[in-house]
């Protein structure tokens, strides 16, 4: 089935401990993204890519980092800079205007 | 930074009911998106409106733009209990350089069986 994949769906993480989430796509999506969804709030963009081997920071990328060396994969790694990494990421991609959404990797720092 | 604001925040109906949910923006779009998303799930994509479109359907849905006011309603009609989900509007700006979506916060909305 066409879509994307995102693993682990659930992640503890010890306070000071960088963490990956790995997304892949198979819709020949060139773009991907990264968001960051907080309890009872929107979601706000961490990194996006165009582009294989190019990225841009979003509105939040402090903390964070990515690379996409491959065009169906954008693997997200939470830094041990990221004051506050408990929260849902979701990943997603997009060809002509919607974003398809992976079903999300819950990060717990405990 | 967040441009959509839905409102209301949140919303419970009964079955069979309409559900309303309004979503408004602050700068110049090229298109505006509702998406759906399920309790810990990720996001589904609904309906697309472009800035030069007034309403649009699908199947239940209907959407509306105004982009005088820089507002966007979402309309289900009929509601059933499996609509009980949080919907969020996200816009693409006009200048913007590439295609990032700007999301709201969302409504909750809950559909009482």
């Known amino acids: 089935d066409g879509g994307i994949t995102q693993s682990p769906k659930y992640l503890f993480r010890k306070e000071g401990q960088n963490v990956t989430l790995s997304c892949e796509q198979n819709l020949n999506h060139d773009a991907m993204y990264w968001y960051r969804q907080d309890p009872g709030q929107g979601l706000r963009l961490i990194y996006y890519s165009q582009i294989v081997n190019d990225f841009q920071k979003g509105d939040i990328a402090e903390g964070y980092s990515v690379s996409r060396e491959k065009k169906e994969s954008f693997p997200l790694t939470v830094t041990s800079a990221q004051k506050n990494p408990t929260a849902f990421y979701l990943c997603?991609?997009?060809?002509?205007?919607?974003?398809?959404f992976g079903e999300g990797s819950r990060l717990t720092v405990l | 930074s967040q441009q959509g604001e839905e409102d209301p925040q949140a919303l419970s109906i009964q079955e069979g009911e309409n559900a309303t949910m309004n979503c408004s923006y602050k700068?110049?779009?090229?298109?505006l998106q509702w998406y759906r998303q399920n309790s810990g799930r990720g996001l589904v994509h609904l309906i697309l409106?472009?800035?030069?479109?007034r309403e649009k359907h699908s199947g239940r849905l209907r959407v509306t733009l105004d982009t005088s006011k820089k507002s966007s309603s979402l309309l289900i009609t009929a509601s059933r209990a499996a609509d009980t989900a949080s919907y969020f509007c996200a816009t693409v700006d006009s200048g913007a350089g590439s295609y990032q979506l700007t999301f709201g916060k969302g409504t909750k909305l809950s559909v009482i069986p």
């Open positions: 700068t110049s779009i090229n298109n």
């Open positions: 997603a991609s997009s060809g002509m205007g919607e974003l398809f």
């Open positions: 409106i472009r800035s030069n479109e």
